[in-house]
């Protein structure tokens, strides 16, 4: 098992996006550009406070968990910075230093993470699926942005009925993989080609087939499950030529998976605590502080898988007091892009002692 040590913290600091030499994080309502020990601020922008929201819970960090108020990812995509705050997409211009509202996703709602689809004409395309709750299923779109002086338009959308969200859009070998969610038929994994002229189910209908994230390192593809009503596990993943699906258990999760990392050699990936299916019940829906049936401990970890199917646990943390749904899961996210060989940045969400904060480990030698 490889051993990673916690060298860097920094509490305020949310990473958003890795680029080879740098990072770049959220604090305080600016975008920074920092180096890879967390030192040497740089500020790049302040994003403008559009709302009362915005504005209060920059100073109050139980707001800003109850509204979701902070940028929650970034990629960097042409020269851009591309940052997701509640359901504005904000653009930084790296070249010129501008920065611009690029997209308002429609009807309020909002993006999980962003993707990236590569073309056969060697161009890429920057996505994302729609993320709100949706428990009567209405039509849920995929947008689509290119290269250069381009707007989002509509890539895609699922009909009326069909799913309650897109967690994450992956392409993998000239086929774009979209996670769906989250109960019933609504759960599964679709299928499209690079064009988005095809988008079919692949496999539905159990929580089996519930993910948040997809990944590919040297040809093999692994997978985990994000359920709070079924035990989770981590998948090896193999596509036939005919097109059918194996999933090959790895290991048992102590609870869901919704986010994950890559660096060169490992894809990095978080459990998440978390409580169970909703009741209906606003009010004890919203302060439920019970563990989900899936959840094995209270416990969030940060755990990698390398290109040989090698599985670390790196680190764990548990989750704080506050409600589950009213102020986030316990959970450590990552930066979008690959983070420096050996190097692993993550943010603590709503976990006593790391909660609101940028740390940094290194895999010992």
């Not at 993989?177 to 988008?199: P, S």
């Not at 040297?218 to 596990?233: K, S």
Request: charged share 20%.
């Amino acid at each position: 098992m490889t051993s990673w040590t916690l060298r860097h913290c920094v509490k305020g600091m949310r990473p958003l996006a890795a680029l080879p030499n740098a990072l770049i994080v959220h604090v305080g309502g600016a975008i920074y550009k920092v180096g890879p020990d967390l030192q040497g601020m740089k500020l790049l922008c302040s994003l403008p406070a559009t709302s009362f929201v915005t504005r209060l819970a920059k100073h109050f960090r139980l707001l800003d968990r109850v509204f979701r108020a902070s940028p929650n990812h970034a990629a960097v995509f042409d020269n851009m910075i591309f940052i997701a705050r509640r359901s504005e997409i904000w653009c930084y211009d790296l070249k010129d230093g501008r920065l611009s509202l690029d997209f308002r996703i429609p009807d309020n709602r909002r993006s999980l993470g962003f993707g990236f689809v590569s073309h056969s004409d060697g161009s890429e395309e920057i996505v994302f699926g729609e993320y709100f709750s949706n428990p009567t299923r209405l039509p849920v779109r995929i947008w689509g942005r290119k290269a250069g002086p381009a707007k989002w338009v509509q890539r895609a959308k699922f009909a009326e009925g069909q799913i309650e969200h897109v967690h994450a859009l992956t392409c993998i070998n000239g086929q774009v993989f979209v996670l769906t969610g989250d109960f019933g038929q609504a759960a599964g994994i679709w299928i499209a080609d690079t064009n988005f002229d095809v988008l079919r189910p692949l496999v539905r209908g159990q929580q089996s087939f519930r993910a948040a994230w997809m990944e590919a390192i040297d040809g093999r593809i692994f997978m985990a499950t994000d359920t709070q009503l079924e035990l989770n596990q981590l998948y090896g993943i193999q596509m036939g030529n005919s097109g059918e699906i194996t999933f090959n258990p790895l290991l048992c999760l102590d609870g869901s998976s919704i986010y994950a990392g890559r660096g060169p050699a490992d894809i990095f990936f978080s459990t998440t605590v978390e409580c169970g299916e909703p009741t209906g019940n606003l009010v004890r829906d919203l302060l439920d502080t019970r563990l989900g049936p899936g959840m094995l401990s209270s416990k969030a970890t940060l755990m990698t898988v390398d290109r040989d199917g090698r599985i670390s646990q790196i680190y764990s943390a548990e989750k704080d007091a506050w409600p589950f749904r009213l102020a986030q899961f316990g959970t450590f996210t990552f930066p979008a892009g690959n983070m420096p060989p050996d190097t692993l940045f993550a943010y603590g969400v709503a976990l006593n002692g790391v909660d609101d904060t940028c740390m940094v480990f290194h895999r010992s030698k």
